[in-house]
Nanobody, 127 residues
Framework: QVQLVESGGGLVQAGGSLRLSCAAS????????MGWFRQAPGKEREFVAA????????TYADSVKGRFTISRDNAKNTVYLQMNSLKPEDTAVYYC????????????????????WGQGTQVTVSS
């Protein structure tokens, strides 16, 4: 089992940047595919980005492609989401998620594929 704790959220003006971090407990972090999701007020949770166990494969939602970058440091048990050129529509609670996998290249975009979730961190982008 793994516990996930997000940090790095806050208030930023449109066009600004934030970097979210998600720290995982346990010694098997490198066995997990990691994902970021977000939920805006009144909306369903949606996929943002995902990264494979070794970091060699990534995928992004079209709405963030070219602006957000997911990365991971397996030595630090941490996954990151660098968010640039932020827009008011990026305002949401951001969650990281993890799922143990055998494949070194698989990434998941469906939240149902993830077994473990953090509590979320609020990102607010003002116009």
């Amino acid at each position: 089992q793994v516990q996930l704790v997000e940090s790095g959220g806050g208030l930023v003006q449109a066009g600004g940047s934030l970097r979210l971090s998600c720290a995982a407990s346990g010694r098997t972090f490198s066995s997990y595919v990691m994902g970021w999701f977000r939920q805006a007020p009144g909306k369903e949770r949606e996929f943002v980005a995902a990264i494979s166990r070794g970091g060699g494969s990534t995928t992004y939602a079209d709405s963030v492609k070219g602006r957000f970058t997911i990365s991971r440091d397996n030595a630090k048990n941490t996954v990151y989401l660098q968010m640039n050129s932020l827009k008011p529509e990026d305002t949401a609670v951001y969650y990281c998620a993890a799922d143990p996998v055998l494949s070194a290249v698989v990434v998941y975009t469906n939240e149902a594929a993830y077994d473990y979730w953090g509590q979320g961190t609020q990102v607010t982008v003002s116009s």
